[in-house]
T-cell receptor
Framework: EPEVTQTPSHQVTQMGQEVILRCVPISNHLYFYWYRQILGQKVEFLVSFYNNEISEKSEIFDDQFSVERPDGSNFTLKIRSTKLEDSAMYFC???????????FGPGTRLLVL | GNSVTQMEGPVTLSEEAFLTINCTYTATGYPSLFWYVQYPGEGLQLLLK?????DKGSNKGFEATYRKETTSFHLEKGSVQVSDSAVYFC?????????????FGSGTRLSIRP
């Protein structure tokens, strides 16, 4: 069964450093998403992406964040200058079409020191 | 605004017990409703969904019915197993311009004793 994959599974970085989280969505899916879950808190929507542009973003997704689909398979989330409060589990998801079921990857646990 | 409220955990039950996890929502119109499950060390998996009022979603013995009148989507299972131990998230996708995102509840951790 096709699945969303994410790398790395864990990442530790120093405050102020740039990180790139990578995702490979399901191959025939057209919509891509990032969510995050700070430890002990709700899963929160960050951004959705379609047709090589952001279709929606939350208030959390400020100028420090960017997304890109650099080739036909990868979907990345970049945090330009990490803060302590960026420590969280980051989930990538994809869906075949608008409002269709979103399938989630296993997540990347990011720790900012 | 749109939101989901679910019962706080942890919930601990014995094997073969009946399970209910309560979920209520706030949204305009008719959002799509979901239950996602997260097993230890894994990502979020869609457990079941319902897209209109009175729809019943079901999967793996779990059921939930979309109740517009009470704005609820409670998760039930008649006889739980140890393998059902996980965190369960109630969620919705709102109608309208922000329909591409999922809004999650805070999650309910379920532990089943053998």
């Amino acid at each position: 069964e096709p699945e969303v994959t994410q790398t790395p599974s864990h990442q530790v970085t120093q405050m102020g450093q740039e990180v790139i989280l990578r995702c490979v969505p399901i191959s025939n899916h057209l919509y891509f998403y990032w969510y995050r879950q700070i430890l002990g808190q709700k899963v929160e929507f960050l951004v959705s992406f379609y047709n090589n542009e952001i279709s929606e973003k939350s208030e959390i997704f400020d100028d420090q964040f960017s997304v890109e689909r650099p080739d036909g398979s990868n979907f990345t989330l970049k945090i330009r200058s990490t803060k302590l409060e960026d420590s969280a589990m980051y989930f990538c998801a994809s869906s075949e079409a608008y409002r269709e079921t979103q399938y989630f990857g296993p997540g990347t646990r990011l720790l900012v020191l | 605004g749109n939101s989901v409220t679910q019962m706080e955990g942890p919930v601990t039950l014995s094997e073969e017990a009946f399970l209910t996890i309560n979920c209520t929502y706030t949204a305009t119109g008719y959002p799509s409703l979901f239950w996602y499950v997260q097993y230890p060390g894994e990502g979020l998996q869609l457990l079941l969904k319902a897209t209109k009022a009175d729809d019943k979603g079901s999967n793996k013995g779990f059921e939930a019915t979309y109740r517009k009148e009470t704005t609820s989507f409670h998760l039930e299972k008649g006889s739980v197993q140890v393998s059902d131990s996980a965190v369960y998230f109630c969620a919705l996708t709102p109608v309208g311009s922000s329909a591409s995102k999922i809004i999650f509840g805070s999650g309910t951790r379920l532990s089943i004793r053998p």
